[in-house]
T-cell receptor, first 114, second 110 residues
């Protein structure tokens, strides 16, 4: 199946710092990538939709200045959590898709803000 | 507003004890219904896509079915390695977004 790589898998940082998470589709060119957030024992909540070469579309309630998304190429999207605080601690997961095919997910990034 | 409800929340099975998971949904225009498997600390792994009522898909011990209001994931003679959280998601007709249910956590004991 399709492979989506997410890096880093785990990051711990101090409150106020910014953290960048990378999502790469390794074996296909992804026209669209999605970013999700998942709290313990809860389902995935869509944060934003990212299309290559255009601005991301954010879901209601998600601060675009807080969660910066860049989709610079058909194989790479990045999510930067700016000035992170403890309430931003969560499991962040990306997915990639092409031409309406099923979304394939990365293995997630566990973010802990101290 | 779209709603995806999965039941039960948790399911404990003995190895070989077949069972079914339910996913009921309301969506304004369904493009497809997806089943994913998620292991702890990992991202979801794609299992099936169902597009129309009456459709069925099978993969090893798993079989997914779809009606106009719900989908079932049948697990036949499960093994311990089938232990995971199974997620159901609906995809909208007008875009490619997925709305996920909360999942059913299946534990299969040897």
């Amino acid at each position: 199946g399709a492979v989506v790589s997410q890096h880093p898998s785990w990051v711990i940082c101090k409150s106020g710092t910014s953290v960048k998470i990378e999502c790469r589709s390794l074996d296909f060119q992804a026209t669209t990538m999605f970013w999700y957030r998942q709290f313990p024992k809860q389902s995935l909540m869509l944060m934003a939709t990212s299309n290559e070469g255009s601005k991301a579309t954010y879901e209601q309630g998600v601060e675009k200045d807080k969660f910066l998304i860049n989709h610079a190429s058909l194989t790479l999207s990045t999510l930067t959590v700016t000035s992170a605080h403890p309430e931003d601690s969560s499991f962040y997961i990306c997915s990639a898709t092409r031409d309406g095919q099923p979304q394939h997910f990365g293995d997630g990034t566990r973010l802990s803000i101290l | 507003e779209d709603q995806v409800t999965q039941s039960p929340e948790a399911l404990r099975l003995q190895e070989g004890e077949s069972s079914s998971l339910n996913c009921s949904y309301t969506v304004s225009g369904l493009r497809g219904l997806f089943w994913y498997r998620q292991d702890p600390g990992k991202g979801p792994e794609f299992l099936f896509t169902l597009y129309s009522a009456g459709e069925e898909k099978e993969k090893e011990r798993l079989k997914a079915t779809l009606t106009k209001k719900e989908s079932f994931l049948h697990i036949t003679a499960p093994k311990p390695e089938d232990s995971a959280t199974y997620l159901c998601a609906v995809q909208h007709l007008n875009d490619y977004k997925l709305s996920f249910g909360a999942g059913t956590t299946v534990t299969v004991r040897a």
